[in-house]
């Protein structure tokens, strides 16, 4: 089959990319490769996917998700089977400085998706939405079937936004959409801004970490290659029409239209301090913390009801953060060739 995978600099895309070409797949991987983070680590994944250019499998394409003419060419020149959709402008606290960003990104570019999925045929796109959306919810674990009204960024609703979108194509044009809900992904290769890669950075440049809410914090870290695994296992589960759904009884995580929302998650929240524990212990250096107050946009906690996902994909996360943590820190240290010293 022939897939686009967008956001295929990304984090999560490379590797979604790397599996499907694994797998035997045609992919055309799309990025902007813009400059929210150093361009640098984005050419670095694309070079893994190198010996898959190579043979065919993989042809890198640089276009922007809010060109719409651009777009729709690719989609008309390319007939995709699927589509991946992980492209955004990530990240809570930027949304807070820079929202213009989002709206090109995160709202004009899934509309280009929804309408070259539209317009060629696609059989199922599975799309990025966010764990933020859950908002000010405080039930846990979050599931599907929660409100998720009231959002607490910007980012997160864009999110809640791209979910809406796909309904209405789903219910109007009957294209299959899924949305996926990620859960705070850490691993080799992930993105500056988040979490262990700041603290890997402060810690091995001998600087404070910030630790916000005082550490009063918990995450549902979960390691990329449970999320890779997910996410190839539920493109193959497309969702079909449930004639029996209906507004007031039924769940929001699914509908009359071919439509499904899942949570992609660890299902085990782990204090933010005990994250911290594991990354000094890898590392071999204890941190110096700076203890702050909550930043605007943050929420206490996220915990995710993945029973969901396992029922139909039969696969729950199996890395902890102990075994997690250890491989981010040896890729860290071979990335960046460092020598830690005690």
């Known amino acids: 089959m022939k897939y686009l995978v967008t956001g295929a600099a990304g984090f999560i895309g490379h590797f979604v990319a790397q599996r499907l070409c694994e797998q035997g797949h045609a992919v055309i991987g799309l990025d902007n490769l813009n400059d929210y983070y150093e361009v640098s680590l ?10 898959y250019s190579d043979c065919g499998l993989f042809k890198f394409v640089k276009m922007d998700l809010a060109d719409r003419e651009g777009i729709a060419s690719l989609f008309s020149d390319e007939k995709f089977d699927r589509v991946i959709h992980l492209a955004a402008q990530a990240g809570v606290r930027y949304s807070i400085e ?12 899934h509309l280009t998706i929804l309408e070259g999925c539209r317009h060629n045929n696609v059989k199922h796109l599975v799309y990025a939405s966010s764990s933020s959306v859950y908002g000010l919810n405080t039930k846990v674990p979050f599931a599907t079937s929660d409100s ?5 960024s910007l980012y997160a609703a864009t999110k809640k936004s791209n979910e809406l979108m796909a309904h209405s194509y789903s219910h109007l044009y ?45 995450r549902d870290f979960t390691y990329i290659d449970d999320i890779v695994e ?3 296992r539920i493109q193959g589960v497309i969702p079909t029409a449930n004639t029996d759904w209906n507004v007031e009884t039924s769940s929001a995580a699914n509908s009359s239209a071919p439509y499904s929302i899942y949570n992609i998650g660890n299902g085990n ?10 990354m000094e212990t890898s590392l071999e250096v204890k941190a110096e913390k700076n203890f702050m107050d909550m930043q605007p946009g943050d929420v206490y906690q996220t915990y995710a009801e993945v029973e969901d996902l396992f029922e139909v994909t039969g696969q729950r996360p199996k890395t902890s953060v102990k075994e997690g943590v ?14 830690i010293e005690n």
């Open 42 to 51: 984005k050419q670095d994944r694309l070079e893994n996917l190198k010996p």
């Open 326 to 339: 250890a491989e981010f820190v040896n890729w860290y240290r071979e990335y960046y060739n460092l020598e």
């Open 174 to 218: 009957n294209l299959p959409t899924t949305g996926l809900r990620f859960f705070t992904v850490y691993g080799p290769w992930g993105r500056p801004d988040m979490a262990p890669m700041l603290f890997a950075d402060a810690i091995t440049n001998g600087r404070e970490i910030k630790v916000f809410n005082h550490g009063d914090m918990r």
């Open 148 to 152: 998720v009204d009231h959002p607490v």
């Open 98 to 109: 820079n929202p213009l960003a989002y709206a090109d990104s995160n709202l004009v570019g």
């Open 269 to 278: 929240p782990v204090k933010l301090l005990d994250f911290i524990e594991a």
């Open 230 to 232: 997910g996410i190839i």
